[in-house]
């Protein structure tokens, strides 16, 4: 299993992965981190910003808890455990955008292995520092800088 992070451009990495190495997409590319306002990004709770309600079950995740933010988009790993299962087990996960790393630390507990492409060096940073926390040095790769 391997988990590699690409420090670079999501647009120039993903013309090098190879054909058919991946089995799930997840992303969110750069957006306006949840509200219009500096106090709609702020002030909500993590299922008010990150779920649409509506009827039917695509929206019908079970409860998970918020986290301490190491950024303003940081996903919950917990709900990202329940979307990286689109994925077979034991599948690739990609996630372009990665931000913080949630995805990739769900992928990990989730049986999944993982790409992550991230371009922002201090974000990049808090993504190493994630998956290292979570895996054994022979299973993480680095990758990058790729421009
Ligand atoms: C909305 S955030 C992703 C949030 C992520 N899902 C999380 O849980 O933290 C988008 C990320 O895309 C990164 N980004 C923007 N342009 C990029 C590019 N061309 N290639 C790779 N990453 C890029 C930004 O630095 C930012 O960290």
Redesign the pocket.
Same mark, same amino acid.
């Given at each position: 299993m391997t988990y590699t992070l690409h420090r @670079?451009?999501?647009?120039t990495v993903l013309k090098f992965l190879p054909d058919e190495s991946i089995n799930a997409v997840i992303t969110?590319?750069?957006?306006n981190?949840g509200g219009r306002t500096s106090s709609e990004r702020t002030s909500r709770g993590v299922r008010a910003k990150y779920v649409t309600s509506g009827s039917g079950s695509a929206h019908d995740l079970k409860p998970f808890p918020g986290e301490n933010c190491l950024?303003v %988009?940081?996903?919950p790993v917990e709900i990202m455990q329940q979307l990286v299962q689109i994925c077979p087990e034991g599948g690739a996960v990609l996630?372009?955008? %990665?931000?913080? @790393?949630? %995805?990739g630390v769900a992928a990990f507990r989730e049986g999944r292995q993982f790409h992550g492409?991230?371009? @922002?060096l201090r974000?990049a940073d808090i993504v190493e520092q994630r998956l290292r926390a979570e895996l054994t040095k022979d299973d993480f790769v680095l990758a990058g800088p790729e421009a």
């Open positions: @670079g451009d999501a647009l969110t590319p750069p957006y981190s950024r %988009t940081q996903k996630a372009p955008f %990665t931000g913080s @790393g949630s %995805t492409v991230e371009l @922002g974000h």
